[in-house]
């Protein structure tokens, strides 16, 4: 394919690692950047094809570290286990589709599909984002990854996001399958996640020495280790054992974030899961000192204390990325979750620049991918939104109708800013992929 050179004249630039350039340029070729800087001062090849986004924000595209690609049509924990996993696999295809359509050109995701997807995108076989596969998360016998009223057998088989495994030995052998299915990062639910009567939020899952023996084997193989924990001695022992990340980690006291802070680990906290309407239909688990947070219900009162856990961390220096864990098209759309998880950010209090560095370049960070993606800066891929408007002075401006550009390396996924080629395609959303840089 002919390289061709695009210069994208900028309003607004925001390079994602906190930098704000205003009337910038930026040069891209062959999917990545070859120069960035104020107007003038990059150089501009003279058969270059212009984006004039003069009136817009350039920002890179956003990553999502927490994501499940299962395919599953339906939101029930048994249903998504039971239903055929072929057509789960066709669905996956239109849950990645909605996420690259709300901007996020990057994914870690968490199930079986997430692996085939990975496959297919990087073989040219479908459009879609840059993906860190985990394949299926660890889970205990009885844990939030698995279906207590199925077989076991049936769970190992088709559980569209976890694997049973139970003490050191087990897990050894859990981590070397995994990296032998192509994981690049492997997830572990050290707490239970409030799905079945059994699995509460609160319940630690597996303890020290079996974390410790996943997080060593994962070592040998040079992967991370990402854990979901939801209650302060889970969050302590995952900790203490050397994981990568700490999802949702809404519990955490001061030698948690000391000892985040010391080992470097980043927070991905999903917010949103916690302060979104939605979830005033679950009740919350029965925490220790929840009655003393402010708050008429225990479910105000639980986001009160998620709120407060969150800003502690933030204002400790703790890291923090965006996750969405959008786990069905029902409960937590694709796409708009991970939109919805930088608003609510913002809403209790974070800078939106800072929200937005959270969304992107630390996100890059997390996935151990920051010598690539997340920032806008010579060297890295081509991974990019244009904004129709500012979302420093309105965060609720970074929303799908106002991306009028969305390009990950070579893959132009939307642009209403450039002529559309005659062969452009358009999906079933109206917006048009297939166009070549
Ligand atoms: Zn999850």
């Given at each position: 394919m002919q390289s061709i050179t695009t210069v994208v004249n900028a309003g607004r630039l925001l390079d994602g690692r906190g930098g704000v350039l205003d009337d910038a340029t930026m040069v891209i070729r062959d999917g990545v950047i070859v120069g960035v800087g104020p107007r003038g001062t990059v150089d501009e090849p003279r058969d270059a094809r212009v984006i004039a986004a003069d009136g817009f924000t350039v920002m890179p595209g956003i990553i999502d570290c927490h994501t499940h690609l299962g395919g599953a049509s339906s939101a029930d924990y048994s249903t998504w286990v039971i239903e055929d996993d072929l057509r789960q696999a066709v669905l996956s295809t239109t849950q990645m589709r909605d996420l690259m359509d709300w901007g996020v050109t990057t994914i870690r995701d968490i199930s079986r599909n997430g692996i085939r997807l990975k496959w297919a995108v990087n073989n040219g076989h479908l459009d879609g984002p840059r993906i860190i596969a985990c394949g299926p998360g660890l889970s205990r016998t009885g844990?939030?990854?698995?279906?207590?009223?199925?077989?076991?057998?049936?769970?190992?088989?088709?559980?569209?996001?976890?694997?049973?495994?139970?003490?050191?030995?087990?897990?050894?052998?859990?981590?070397?399958?995994?990296?032998?299915?192509?994981?690049?990062?492997?997830?572990?639910?050290?707490?239970?996640?409030?799905?079945?009567?059994?699995?509460?939020?609160?319940?630690?899952?597996?303890?020290?020495?079996?974390?410790?023996?996943?997080?060593?084997?994962?070592?040998?193989?040079?992967?991370?280790?990402?854990?979901?924990?939801?209650?302060?001695?889970?969050?302590?022992?995952?900790?203490?054992?050397?994981?990568?990340?700490?999802?949702?980690?809404?519990?955490?006291?001061?030698?948690?974030?000391?000892?985040?802070?010391?080992?470097?680990?980043?927070?991905?906290?999903?917010?949103?899961?916690?302060?979104?309407?939605?979830?005033?239909?679950?009740?919350?688990?029965?925490?220790?000192?929840?009655?003393?947070?402010?708050?008429?219900?225990?479910?105000?009162?639980?986001?009160?204390?998620?709120?407060?856990?969150?800003?502690?961390?933030?204002?400790?220096?703790?890291?923090?990325?965006?996750?969405?864990?959008?786990?069905?098209?029902?409960?937590?759309?694709?796409?708009?979750?991970?939109?919805?998880?930088?608003?609510?950010?913002?809403?209790?209090?974070?800078?939106?620049?800072?929200?937005?560095?959270?969304?992107?370049?630390?996100?890059?960070?997390a996935l151990r991918i920051d010598g690539v993606t997340g920032t806008l800066q010579e060297g890295f891929a081509s991974d990019f939104l244009i904004i129709d408007g500012d979302p420093l002075a309105d965060i609720t401006h970074l929303t799908r109708d106002r991306m009028v550009h969305i390009q990950r390396g070579t893959q132009v996924w939307h642009d209403e800013l450039s002529p559309k080629p005659a062969y452009a395609r358009r999906n079933d959303t109206g917006r048009t992929a297939g166009s070549v840089q």
């Open positions: 844990g939030h990854g698995d279906a207590h009223n199925l077989s076991i057998d049936m769970v190992q088989r088709s559980h569209p996001w976890g694997m049973i495994a139970d003490g050191p030995e087990e897990l050894r052998k859990a981590v070397r399958t995994l990296s032998r299915m192509g994981a690049d990062a492997i997830k572990v639910w050290a707490t239970g996640g409030g799905m079945w009567d059994k699995e509460l939020e609160t319940d630690q899952h597996y303890d020290l020495e079996e974390l410790t023996a996943i997080v060593r084997e994962a070592d040998h193989l040079k992967i991370p280790v990402l854990v979901h924990a939801e209650s302060m001695p889970a969050a302590k022992d995952s900790i203490r054992a050397g994981i990568a990340t700490l999802e949702h980690g809404e519990e955490l006291d001061d030698e948690c974030r000391s000892m985040m802070l010391e080992k470097g680990i980043i927070h991905v906290p999903t917010l949103q899961l916690f302060i979104g309407p939605w979830f005033d239909q679950y009740p919350p688990p029965p925490r220790v000192g929840l009655e003393d947070w402010p708050g008429e219900t225990m479910a105000q009162k639980e986001k009160n204390r998620v709120i407060a856990n969150f800003t502690a961390s933030r204002e400790a220096g703790i890291t923090i990325a965006v996750g969405s864990d959008s786990f069905s098209s029902i409960e937590v759309p694709y796409g708009a979750s991970t939109i919805e998880e930088i608003h609510a950010m913002v809403r209790v209090g974070m800078p939106a620049l800072e929200a937005i560095t959270a969304a992107t370049w630390n996100g890059a960070r």
